[in-house]
């Protein structure tokens, strides 16, 4: 009986603790707020593509297969989902809906649209990527090291790494370099992630912001 009030209290105290981190890192993002559209403009349609099951019906409208099925997936959600640092609290479905989203929202929802057809995906992860020079919220970055979260798909015995954070990436060709070892994300690393994530990238906003 001992043992199981330790635990409750124990269960209830890591609540808590989460509870309070939670509260604290949204606390953190408030500046990213008044970048997200309010309603009835928080939503974005491309090719008639609104949700993710009309992103599941427009490739079956294409009859593909294979890597060209992944290739125009990918494509397709590239192109929904512009990459943000502010809404870090979507879950993939809003942010795909949204039209906007940070690596693991991108591809998590890829991954929603590839499991429909049986193509078998993993959400996988670096802690350091190198990324290439680009411009975001209108400053230019050159070249950095970031953390980054993608999938590697499976057909036919073949594996490709295929990430939609980028137009022109296609199946096995992605616009990043792994710098760290590349790991599965799993489940307990999804939720550590998904605080951390809108930390860090509040963080990468705030000083973005700083440089204009």
Same mark, same amino acid.
């Given at each position: 009986?001992?043992?199981? /009030?330790?635990?409750?209290?124990?269960?209830?105290?890591?609540?808590?603790?989460?509870?309070?981190?939670?509260?604290?890192?949204? *606390?953190?993002?408030?500046?990213?707020?008044?970048? #997200?559209?309010?309603?009835?403009?928080?939503?974005?349609?491309?090719?008639?593509?609104?949700? &993710?099951?009309? !992103?599941?019906? /427009?490739?079956?409208?294409?009859?593909?297969?294979?890597?060209?099925?992944?290739?125009?997936?990918?494509?397709?959600?590239?192109?929904?989902?512009?990459?943000?640092?502010?809404?870090?609290? $979507?879950?993939?479905?809003?942010?795909?809906?949204?039209?906007?989203?940070?690596?693991?929202? =991108?591809?998590?929802?890829? +991954? =929603? &649209? #590839? $499991?429909?057809?049986? &193509?078998?995906? +993993?959400?996988?992860? !670096?802690?350091?990527?190198?990324?290439?020079? $680009?411009? #975001?919220?209108? %400053?230019?970055?050159?070249?950095?090291?970031?953390?980054?979260?993608?999938? =590697?798909?499976?057909?036919? @015995?073949? +594996? /490709? @790494?295929?990430?939609?954070?980028?137009?022109?990436?296609?199946?096995? %060709?992605?616009?990043?370099?792994?710098?760290?070892?590349?790991?599965?994300?799993?489940?307990?690393?999804? *939720?550590?992630?998904?605080?951390?994530?809108?930390?860090?990238? !509040?963080? +990468?906003?705030?000083? *973005? =912001?700083?440089?204009?």
């Amino acid at each position: 009986m001992k043992f199981l /009030k330790l635990t409750l209290v124990g269960i209830l105290a890591a609540f808590v603790f989460i509870a309070i981190l939670v509260v604290v890192v949204y *606390i953190k993002n408030a500046s990213c707020y008044e970048m #997200l559209p309010e309603p009835p403009n928080d939503k974005t349609t491309v090719h008639g593509v609104t949700t &993710i099951d009309d !992103a599941i019906a /427009k490739v079956k409208e294409k009859d593909l297969a294979s890597w060209s099925l992944v290739d125009y997936s990918q494509k397709l959600v590239a192109e929904k989902m512009p990459f943000s640092l502010c809404n870090n609290f $979507d879950m993939p479905e809003r942010a795909f809906e949204r039209g906007m989203g940070y690596s693991w929202q =991108q591809s998590a929802a890829l +991954k =929603q &649209i #590839l $499991d429909s057809f049986g &193509i078998e995906s +993993k959400l996988v992860h !670096a802690s350091e990527v190198k990324m290439p020079a $680009d411009t #975001l919220y209108g %400053v230019k970055l050159g070249e950095r090291m970031s953390g980054h979260i993608w999938l =590697q798909v499976t057909i036919n @015995d073949t +594996k /490709k @790494d295929v990430c939609p954070g980028d137009i022109e990436n296609t199946p096995g %060709v992605v616009h990043f370099s792994p710098v760290s070892e590349v790991s599965e994300f799993g489940d307990v690393t999804e *939720i550590i992630s998904f605080i951390g994530s809108a930390w860090v990238n !509040a963080e +990468k906003y705030l000083e *973005i =912001q700083r440089k204009k």
